[in-house]
């Protein structure tokens, strides 16, 4: 990244102070307000169309973000966290400014290039995405577990629909025609209309723009999702006849 611009620097040069733009009273670890602290610091990239390089002031502390990258020192970071804070500002920038990518609270919504719409949760405090609508009741548990009595004894609520995806062609779809071999397939055991998605990436803001360009591209995630639909169908099926009565509960252990 670039040297730190400060507030005095994006005055001198015809910009907005970056903390005028940013409401601190809303909640930071919702997508839309999140993406504006980055793109308040990165004005003067978006007005030339240049990839963003100025990570925020102080901003960042009060969200749920890994604390190591809250600030840049240039004499200490290690490479891992010069390379994070740069995976974040790719993801950032393209979630600002792709016509495809829209959000609202903690959902993202994506337009694929074929028509189809895809949407998930940005779950930022657990490093996830997931299925969308999901994600404000379960931070809204813990943080009601979190003032109970003892609260420091219990094991923490796990977030169920990690991973998960919401597309458009709902429940029982059908593999789109455009799709190789596999196009106007039916899928069989699919009653849901979201999927399971892991995105590639050592850090979660890789993998987090791995899947965006995955849901944009609408190609390759549905070959995917149907080779796993067609493996979970083909597993059912050979269970149903080899235990026609049920599969035993020691069935892993034989």
């Avoid at 548990?141 to 458009?168: T, V």
Wanted: net charge negative; aromatic share 14%; hydrophobic share 35%.
């Amino acid at each position: 990244m670039n040297e730190q611009k400060d507030a005095a620097w994006f005055i001198e040069n015809g910009y907005a102070d970056p903390g005028g733009l940013i409401d601190l009273n809303a909640e930071l670890d919702e997508i839309g307000a999140f993406v504006e602290i980055f793109a308040a610091y990165n004005q003067h990239n978006t007005a030339a169309g240049t990839p963003w390089d100025n990570w925020p002031d102080w901003e960042l502390c009060l969200t749920s973000m890994d604390s190591d990258l809250h600030f840049v020192d240039p004499e200490r970071d290690p490479p891992e966290f010069i390379a994070k804070r740069e995976h974040w500002l790719t993801v950032m920038q393209l979630i600002y400014e792709h016509d495809a990518v829209s959000y609202d609270g903690y959902t993202i919504t994506i337009q694929g290039q074929h028509g189809h719409t895809f949407t998930f949760d940005f779950c930022l405090e657990i490093k996830a995405w997931g299925a969308p609508g999901t994600y404000a009741e379960h931070r809204a548990n813990l943080e009601a577990n979190a003032k109970k009595p003892k609260a420091w004894m219990w094991r923490r609520e796990l977030y169920c629909f990690e991973d998960q995806i919401g597309h458009s062609l709902g429940p029982y779809w059908h593999c789109p025609d455009y799709i190789p071999v596999y196009g106007g397939r039916r899928t069989i055991h699919t009653p849901d209309s979201s999927f399971c998605v892991s995105g590639k990436g050592d850090t979660f803001p890789l993998a987090l723009l791995s899947v965006i360009h995955l849901c944009i591209d609408d190609f390759h995630i549905w070959q995917i999702q149907y080779k796993e639909a067609e493996s979970t169908t083909e597993y059912i099926q050979k269970i149903e006849q080899e235990y026609p009565s049920g599969r035993p509960e020691d069935y892993y252990y034989l």
